[in-house]
């Protein structure tokens, strides 16, 4: 998480202490992991066991700059995304800061839609699992 801090909009470590959220991650969420000797390269991190609601929440997508630009984020995200609806989910809410045009891309290639507006200075985005 430290590696790729900088790398989300506004920064990881000016919204959470990254020790405890990637403890929290790793108690509590489903991690999609990509790897390449020893290192890991890629994550999707979400919240996918809220049965009463039946959605799910990715809490996090990111990989290191020497993997940007390969796929391995939409491969990740594929796969959370086939997870969620194997978990039972009907819906995947994330959110993404207003001003981040390209991560808004990303999420809007892979069905996303943007669905209001999240916590200051972010926009909530969803995706249907029940349409696909």
Not at 34 to 61: H, I
Not at 63 to 92: N, P
Not at 106 to 132: P, V, W
């Amino acid at each position: 998480m430290r590696e790729c801090d900088t790398r989300f909009s506004p920064s990881l470590s000016g919204r959470v202490d990254i020790t405890d959220y990637s403890q929290k991650l790793a108690s509590f969420a489903e991690r999609i992991e990509a790897w390449q000797e020893g290192r890991l390269v890629g994550l999707v991190a979400a919240y996918l066991t809220n049965q009463e609601t039946r959605r799910g929440f990715v809490s996090s997508v990111s990989v290191t700059s020497d993997f940007e630009g390969a796929g391995l984020a939409s491969q990740l995200i594929q796969k959370c995304i086939r997870i969620a609806r194997e978990s039972g989910c009907e819906k995947l809410d994330l959110e993404v800061g207003a001003g981040d045009d390209r991560t808004q891309h990303f999420y809007l290639k892979h069905g996303f839609a943007l669905s209001g507006k999240g916590r200051s200075g972010f926009l909530r985005m969803e995706l249907n699992l029940t349409d696909q």
